[in-house]
């Protein structure tokens, strides 16, 4: 099994990582997320490392300013769901690292898409060690699309732990998969799928032509403006950057 990403790959994702709406309310997590977005601003606004040769440079930049953002871990057992419990300490350790790994590299590799789409942070709900974050992202043709982060205090960091683009969720999206791998296969070949896919992102996402494919939402604008060619749908498309790992 082989898919592909296109170019515009998390574009949207990128987009809240670099521009807020001034009517943004200034929450914990919401304020934390922003001082994320400042790293990433100055990164790629460094002229410095806009050439070619330091390519990888600047992309190791961006991904140890937003891996501290995200809860990898929380986000590899949640998608693992039950089977999570069945697995050994050494076995958990590999999907993690793979899970982080990948994950990483499609949001790194995919940042640079971001054309300044407008983002508005709608809102910020708290309830204990629990947090979401409410944005809406406005594309072209007057199209928007509702992106909300699920956020867990650890130790007085807000990370991410969950994306949900109209109302489909990164998590769910990727336990759905891996349920109906082990429900026809062993762990050890999910494993190897995972591993597989590692090649074509070595690059720190130069190469575009990945073997992840994005989360379609449909739904954001509809069959008919899909068939019509109504709405841009490789603006849709992308939304949040997930793995197919189904053979």
């Known amino acids: 099994m082989q898919c592909r990403v296109k170019r515009s790959a998390a574009t949207v994702c990128a987009a809240l990582l670099f521009c807020s709406s001034a009517s943004a309310l200034a929450g914990s997590a919401t304020t934390q997320l922003r001082q994320t977005v400042d790293q990433l601003v100055l990164i790629i606004g460094d002229s410095a490392l806009g050439s070619e040769s330091r390519t990888h440079e600047r992309r190791e930049k961006l991904r140890k300013a937003i891996s501290p953002r995200f809860d990898f871990l929380e986000m590899a057992m949640r998608s693992l769901g039950s089977y999570w419990q ?10 993690v690292s793979l899970f982080t790994e990948l994950l990483e590299t499609a949001y790194v590799g995919t940042i640079e898409s971001y054309r300044g789409e407008k983002v508005h942070y709608i809102n910020e709900r708290e309830e204990g060690k629990l947090a ?9 043709d007057r199209k928007s699309v509702s992106v909300n982060y699920r956020m867990r205090d650890v130790d007085g960091d807000w ?15 990727y336990r759905s998969q891996f349920s109906r791998v082990l429900a026809r296969s062993s762990f050890a070949e999910l494993l190897a799928t995972m591993k597989d896919k590692k090649p ?9 032509d990945w073997r992840c494919n994005s989360l379609v939402s449909a739904a954001t604008a509809g069959p008919a403006a899909v068939r019509s060619n109504r709405f841009n749908v490789q603006r849709v498309e992308l939304m949040i950057p997930s793995c197919n790992f189904e053979r």
């Open 200 to 208: 074509a992102q070595r690059n720190g996402g130069a190469d575009r």
């Open 132 to 140: 979401t974050v409410n944005t809406r992202i406005v594309l072209g």
């Open 86 to 95: 069945e697995r050994s300490a050494v076995e958990k350790k590999e999907f």
């Open 159 to 173: 990370k991410v732990y969950d994306v949900i683009v109209d109302d489909i969720s990164l998590v769910n999206n």
